[in-house]
């Protein structure tokens, strides 16, 4: 299994709403990531978890919370977001942040599509 | 901020033509990735590269990093329609925690 999944593919959600994205990886990665990209941009790193730790959070404002239950699993809880938060959301993995002292190829998974209205 | 510039942000092409992006550095890298994102598709890994003056080919693509570590280049002979996307570097900056910074994307039309 080579691919990291997503779910769900789209989400439309209301400011007062709370939901969660969810990502999966069964290439025994040990560095997961989110990112978020607007419409004809590059991806935006939110949040990088190494070995179910947190490692990065750039910043991101409170209404978003990761959670990584376990090393295949990546969690988004959404809460109370705007709507300049629509946008496609990636997730992403690699065999760890650094191997061999090289970073490594990252991994993305399809997107889920958000539109908060 | 380390920051990764990339031009052109679109480029236009006959189909048999070749293409060219380059990315640009404020700052030395430890390593540069390139990724292709297809039209409503996610970013690929297409490669790395670590060496200062390295040069990767892959069938029709070949990538290259400048001696200085600050500078990159993505270079596609005879352009097929298959080739349509935006093309993005990443960098790496040396003593980063393995944050990419991601250039602004070249996006590439190819008129078959």
């Known amino acids: 299994d080579t691919e990291v999944t997503q779910t769900p593919k789209h989400l439309v959600m209301g400011m007062t709403n709370k939901k969660s994205l969810k990502c999966e990886q069964h290439m025994g990665h040990r560095a997961m990531y989110w990112y978020k990209q607007k419409a004809k941009k590059p991806p935006e790193l939110m949040f990088v978890?190494?070995?179910?730790?947190?490692?990065i959070n750039e910043s991101v404002p409170s209404r978003f919370s990761p959670e990584c239950p376990n090393s295949s699993l990546l969690n988004l809880h959404l809460h109370a977001l705007q709507p300049e938060d629509s946008a496609l959301y990636l997730c992403?993995?690699?065999?760890?942040?650094?191997?061999?002292?090289?970073?490594?190829?990252?991994?993305f998974g399809p997107g889920t599509r958000l539109t908060v209205l | 901020g380390q920051q990764v510039m990339q031009i052109p942000q679109y480029q236009h092409v006959q189909e048999g033509e070749d293409f060219t992006t380059y990315c640009n550095s404020s700052t030395t890298l430890s390593n540069i990735q390139w990724y292709k994102q297809r039209p409503g598709g996610h970013p690929v890994f297409l490669i790395q590269?670590?060496?200062?003056?390295e040069v990767k080919k892959q069938k029709r693509l070949t990538f290259q990093f400048g001696e200085a570590k600050k500078n990159s280049s993505l270079h596609i002979t005879a352009t097929q329609t298959t080739d349509v996307g935006t093309y993005f570097c990443?960098?790496?900056?040396?003593?980063?925690?393995?944050?990419?910074?991601f250039g602004q994307g070249t996006t590439l039309q190819v008129k078959p």
């Open positions: 590269l670590v060496k200062s003056g």
């Open positions: 978890y190494s070995y179910e730790k947190l490692s």
């Open positions: 992403a993995s690699s065999q760890a942040l650094r191997s061999g002292g090289h970073y490594n190829e990252q991994f």
């Open positions: 990443a960098g790496i900056g040396s003593g980063n925690t393995g944050k990419l910074i």
